[in-house]
């Protein structure tokens, strides 16, 4: 099951700030280790009994968009370095889910960022801009997260 996260930390860094802010994120959930074997006599057998089955964490996939700290300059690359500077890295990643009656829940795993890759910008297209003439990147990232999500 796929559900959204609004990721603000990963290894110390925070990722929701003024100047780096969250567009998207998915997070794809975990997936089940079904062990139950179909015998030649068609009696199915759950090796797990009656114990939990085993669960791989899944993936989260973000996009930032990094913004100028001042009209008309290439300040939102600062940014972006920060970023992708996280690239490799193991650690805390944090964030919130919300639930159905709209509660904030804060939530943290062990992750490890496997993608952080700035869009590119398209010749001839321009240079994309925010509303206040401030220079927008979007970066988009891959999280591999190593255990479940904690409260």
Partial sequence: MTRAVKITEF?????????????????????????????????????????????????????FECIGAAKGTWHADDRVI?????????????????DGAGTVIPVTCTARMTQARPRPIVAGQ?????????????VDCIFERLTEWTT
């Fill in 11 to 63: 290894n110390g860094t925070d990722l929701d700030t003024d100047y780096i802010r969250l567009v998207e994120a998915e997070d794809t959930g975990s997936t089940v280790h079904s062990r139950i074997l179909t015998l030649r006599n068609g009696v199915k057998f759950d090796v797990d009994g009656t114990s939990r089955a085993d669960r791989t964490p899944g993936q989260v996939y973000a996009t």
């Fill in 82 to 98: 920060v970023i992708t500077a996280l690239e490799g890295y193991r650690g805390t990643l944090k964030g919130e889910f919300v």
């Fill in 126 to 138: 321009g240079t994309p801009w925010t509303r206040h003439h401030r220079v927008l990147i979007l």
